[in-house]
């Protein structure tokens, strides 16, 4: 018999969270079989089924509509279909991008995504000299970070303390506190204030970086990013503890997120532009927050994906390198290398 781990108003939950504790908690099978039921519902519901109803008859592709002005954050957004949504985190969810390819035999996908391209950013922002020397080194940035909060050697690093170290780094982002990230790692909350003061302690150059946004939010009710792109963020004033605290994560995450932004936009245009002249049968297809995805003749693959990594790699002149990670298939999951 399972256990009620919280009710509705008139009966025992059943959602994802109640669903994912038992699962954790117990050897029955029924938690795990629900949830892989629903992953299996949404994707039939939201891409199997609607996607090819999408398909243009008059070209035999997906034309869907980028929106320039809608995300705060200033990251592109998509409509019919939903590009930017299609799904990464599962096995079956990756088999969507399968459904994707190229026009004909001859051509292929060449898909390009920043690695990191936001922990990178906060590093030449903050100035940060643990997390700009990780970088410089190429070291594995979560390792790395692992090591210095739990100050162990990086070839000691379980991996455990990876994964928890990884929490942090993009909690941080996004201004997470102990309860988040407590529900984030399945752990008590203390112990998640433990990792936030511990993380705060060796990389003070964040923590003086985000001290920093929030006061200039405070002082002109706005922020910008790396390019001089302003955001409003009004919450910052508001009397309301919630609201305000709202408002000080978004100052932090506007910056960084707004400045990646930023950065794929002007990647976007050099590398379409350099394709333009070396490759001119080369044809920017789509760009899904840090990737970009080229549809290219398959005898030019590997000379349009140095382009386009090239372009993005120098979109933007920062304290460490812009890391890019490019492959090519005749799907976008081959592409991807999954």
Same mark, same amino acid.
């Given at each position: 018999?399972?256990?009620?781990?919280?009710?509705?108003?008139?009966?025992?939950?059943?959602?994802?969270?109640?669903?994912?504790?038992?699962?954790?908690?117990?050897?029955?099978?029924?938690?795990?079989?629900?949830?892989?039921?629903?992953?299996?519902?949404?994707?039939?519901?939201?891409?199997?089924?609607?996607?090819?109803?999408?398909?243009?008859?008059?070209?035999?592709?997906?034309?869907?509509?980028?929106?320039?002005?809608?995300?705060? $954050? =200033?990251?592109? *957004?998509?409509?019919?279909?939903?590009?930017?949504? @299609? %799904?990464?985190?599962? +096995? !079956?969810? /990756?088999?969507?991008?399968?459904?994707?390819?190229?026009?004909?035999?001859?051509?292929?996908?060449?898909?390009?995504?920043?690695?990191?391209?936001?922990?990178?950013?906060?590093?030449?922002?903050?100035?940060?000299?643990?997390?700009?020397?990780?970088?410089?080194?190429?070291?594995?940035?979560?390792?790395?970070?692992?090591?210095?909060?739990?100050?162990?050697?990086?070839?000691?690093?379980?991996?455990?303390?990876?994964?928890?170290?990884?929490?942090?780094?993009?909690?941080?982002?996004?201004?997470?506190?102990?309860?988040?990230?407590?529900?984030?790692?399945?752990?008590?909350?203390?112990?998640?204030?433990?990792?936030?003061?511990?993380?705060?302690?060796?990389?003070?150059?964040?923590?003086?970086?985000?001290?920093?946004?929030?006061?200039?939010?405070?002082? $002109? =009710?706005?922020? *910008?990013?790396?390019?001089?792109?302003?955001?409003? @963020? %009004?919450?910052?004033? +508001? !009397?309301? /503890?919630?609201?305000?605290?709202?408002?000080?994560?978004?100052?932090?995450?506007?910056?960084?997120?707004?400045?990646?932004?930023?950065?794929?936009?002007?990647?976007?245009?050099?590398?379409?532009?350099?394709?333009?002249?070396?490759?001119?049968?080369?044809?920017?297809?789509?760009?899904?927050?840090?990737?970009?995805?080229?549809?290219?003749?398959?005898?030019?693959?590997?000379?349009?994906?140095?382009?386009?990594?090239?372009?993005?790699?120098?979109?933007?002149?920062?304290?460490?390198?812009?890391?890019?990670?490019?492959?090519?298939?005749?799907?976008?999951?081959?592409?991807?290398?999954?």
């Amino acid at each position: 018999k399972l256990r009620v781990v919280k009710k509705t108003k008139t009966a025992r939950s059943t959602d994802a969270e109640v669903l994912e504790t038992l699962a954790v908690e117990t050897a029955h099978p029924l938690p795990g079989l629900v949830l892989e039921y629903r992953e299996l519902v949404k994707l039939c519901g939201t891409y199997v089924e609607p996607l090819p109803q999408l398909v243009s008859p008059r070209t035999g592709r997906l034309h869907a509509s980028f929106h320039q002005t809608v995300a705060a $954050t =200033g990251r592109l *957004s998509s409509s019919d279909p939903n590009i930017q949504n @299609i %799904p990464i985190r599962s +096995s !079956e969810g /990756r088999e969507i991008r399968r459904a994707f390819v190229p026009g004909d035999s001859d051509h292929v996908l060449v898909a390009a995504d920043y690695s990191q391209v936001e922990l990178r950013i906060l590093a030449h922002m903050s100035g940060d000299e643990a997390l700009l020397r990780a970088f410089h080194e190429d070291q594995d940035i979560h390792a790395a970070v692992a090591a210095q909060v739990w100050n162990v050697p990086i070839a000691e690093v379980t991996k455990e303390q990876r994964s928890r170290a990884k929490a942090i780094n993009f909690g941080i982002i996004y201004g997470q506190g102990s309860f988040g990230l407590a529900r984030a790692l399945g752990i008590y909350q203390r112990e998640a204030g433990d990792f936030i003061a511990a993380y705060k302690k060796r990389y003070w150059g964040i923590v003086s970086f985000m001290d920093r946004c929030v006061k200039e939010a405070e002082e $002109t =009710g706005k922020v *910008s990013t790396l390019l001089g792109r302003q955001r409003a @963020i %009004p919450e910052i004033h +508001s !009397e309301n /503890r919630p609201r305000r605290a709202l408002g000080e994560r978004l100052a932090i995450n506007t910056v960084v997120q707004g400045t990646a932004a930023d950065l794929i936009k002007v990647a976007m245009v050099r590398a379409h532009r350099r394709l333009r002249k070396e490759v001119p049968s080369a044809e920017l297809l789509i760009q899904v927050h840090d990737e970009l995805v080229v549809e290219a003749e398959r005898a030019r693959a590997k000379e349009t994906a140095e382009i386009v990594r090239a372009e993005m790699s120098d979109a933007m002149k920062l304290q460490v390198p812009l890391k890019v990670d490019v492959g090519w298939g005749g799907d976008w999951l081959e592409a991807k290398g999954d």
